[in-house]
Nanobody, 120 residues
Framework: HVQLVESGGGTVQAGGSLTLSCRAS???????LAWFRQAPGKEREGVAG???????TYGDSVKGRFTISRDKSNSRLFLQMNNLKPEDSARYFC????????????????WGQGTQVTVS
């Protein structure tokens, strides 16, 4: 069973930065990894993802502002968020998928509990 634990959320002013971190309980080499977010009353949105081979994809709303990265040796996933906007406020989830597709619209099998990001 894969466990994902996010950290790094908080409250920040518009224009500020935050870095989210996700620790996985298993080696992440063979997993698609991604960050999704969901705000109250809104649909879940894929923010950024890394395929098993290291290809990176971003959602249109965060391109140029967010950077996803991974540390395979420590089984960690990161999301560097710059120039944050109030519309970025949401609960951010770290997700992983072992065998299925890696697109940001795919069904990821493993989800963390999420970390709240609020931009005022």
């Amino acid at each position: 069973h894969v466990q994902l634990v996010e950290s790094g959320g908080g409250t920040v002013q518009a224009g500020g930065s935050l870095t989210l971190s996700c620790r996985a309980s298993v080696p992440i080499n063979r997993y698609c990894l991604a960050w999704f977010r969901q705000a109250p009353g809104k649909e879940r949105e894929g923010v950024a993802g890394i395929t098993r081979d290291g290809a990176i994809t971003y959602g249109d709303s965060v391109k140029g502002r967010f950077t996803i990265s991974r540390d395979k040796s420590n089984s960690r996933l990161f999301l560097q968020m710059n120039n944050l906007k109030p519309e970025d406020s949401a609960r951010y989830f770290c997700v992983a998928e072992r065998y299925g597709g890696c697109a940001l619209v795919s069904n990821y099998g493993y989800w963390g509990q999420g970390t709240q990001v609020t931009v005022s």
